[in-house]
């Protein structure tokens, strides 16, 4: 069997969790509320306006206490806490599935 067939299995096994369902509702969720959107588009601008500044040498202090700000708000949207918690969730069976599989490959025969 190759690797990709039993990647594309891992895959489809990753979609049937609970977790995934979850985050993938969280998503669509996320599209129905402006002020989420709104507040994910700040915060991906201002990060690369941080970037951009840092990667030019000029001071980011400003954009970071903007950048806080932003984090803020969005920690407060109901909308982007549930995204968050779901995301968190599912990223738990991620390490799950990352540790199993590191472990079988070391694992002396």
Same mark, same amino acid.
């Given at each position: 069997?190759?690797?990709e +067939?039993?990647? *594309? $299995?891992l895959a489809?096994?990753l979609? $049937?969790?609970s977790?995934f369902s979850?985050?993938?509702?969280a998503?669509?969720?996320?599209?129905l509320?402006?002020t989420a959107?709104?507040?994910i588009s700040?915060?991906? *601008?201002?990060q *690369?306006e941080i970037?951009?500044?840092?990667?030019?040498g000029?001071p980011?202090?400003?954009? +970071?206490?903007e +950048?806080?700000l932003?984090?803020q708000?969005?920690?407060?949207n109901?909308?982007?806490?549930?995204?968050?918690?779901?995301?968190?969730a599912?990223?738990k069976v991620?390490?799950?599935?990352?540790?199993?599989i590191?472990q079988?490959?070391f694992v002396?025969?």
């Open positions: 069997m190759s690797v +067939i039993t990647a *594309k $299995e489809n096994a979609k $049937e969790t977790e979850d985050l993938s509702a998503e669509a969720r996320i599209q509320d402006p959107q709104q507040l700040e915060l991906e *601008k201002s *690369k970037q951009k500044a840092q990667n030019d000029q980011v202090s400003n954009k +970071i206490q +950048i806080q932003l984090q708000k969005a920690q407060q109901e909308t982007l806490q549930q995204f968050f918690r779901a995301q968190q599912f990223g991620m390490e799950k599935a990352n540790k199993v590191t079988e490959l002396r025969s």
